[in-house]
């Protein structure tokens, strides 16, 4: 059986892609499709997430395993096809493929062809352009560029000097003493 899912950003209003694949395929075969269709990068951290009618998350296909510790079923991209967690069509999905501010497409398996197979993904139509992959690479890029004025008289006046006085340390160490009800020294 054929699958074939319609994608959209609500960054990019524009942008729309269908990807047809056979429902045997893998999540990290659809993945691929969608990253080389958008022009993103393979190696940043996505997943997707199979939701609700609301859009609400129901579960999540991850590319690693992130959370082994957890009670949750683990999907990985790599080991779930499709046809394992998918099966109506008007199934709703989310594609993170910016974990660090949330971004996603949104996605519907538009139409299901049975009796039908395909060997490779195929991306049948791409409009738009698709957003920016990464915004968080931004604010890394504008940091770098940051100048920093490290006036050491103007940091000793806020944090005190770097000399620590020895009768000091000793007072507060026995004031702490006094206020635990005696002990050890610092």
């Given at each position: 059986m054929i699958y074939k899912f319609l994608i959209g950003s609500e960054e990019s209003e524009n942008f729309k892609l269908e990807i047809a694949i056979d429902s045997s395929d893998t999540?990290?075969?659809?993945?691929?499709t969608i990253l080389e269709a958008a022009g993103y990068d393979k190696s940043q951290m996505d997943s997707f997430i199979i939701c609700d009618e609301d859009w609400g998350k129901e579960k999540e296909i991850t590319y690693y395993d992130m959370d082994?510790?957890?009670?949750?079923?683990?999907?990985?991209?790599?080991?779930t096809p499709l046809d394992e967690l998918l099966d109506d069509e008007g199934q709703k999905?989310?594609?993170?493929?910016?974990?660090?501010?949330d971004r996603y497409f949104?996605?519907?398996?538009?139409?299901?062809?049975?009796?039908?197979?395909?060997?490779?993904?195929?991306?049948?139509?791409k409009e738009g352009k698709a957003p920016q992959e990464v915004l968080a690479n931004e604010f890394f890029a504008d940091a770098k560029t940051l100048k920093i004025d490290t006036?050491?008289?103007?940091?000793?006046?806020?944090y005190g000097d770097e000399e620590f006085?020895?009768?000091?340390?000793a007072e507060l160490n026995d004031?702490?003493?006094?206020?635990?009800?005696?002990?050890?020294?610092?």
């Open positions: 999540f990290l075969r659809l993945r691929n082994s510790d957890s009670d949750e079923d683990i999907w990985l991209m790599e080991d999905l989310k594609f993170v493929f910016d974990y660090l501010s949104y996605m519907i398996l538009k139409e299901t062809v049975p009796g039908k197979n395909l060997h490779d993904p195929l991306c049948q139509r006036n050491i008289e103007e940091m000793e006046e806020f006085n020895e009768e000091e340390l004031e702490f003493r006094e206020e635990q009800g005696g002990g050890d020294d610092l």
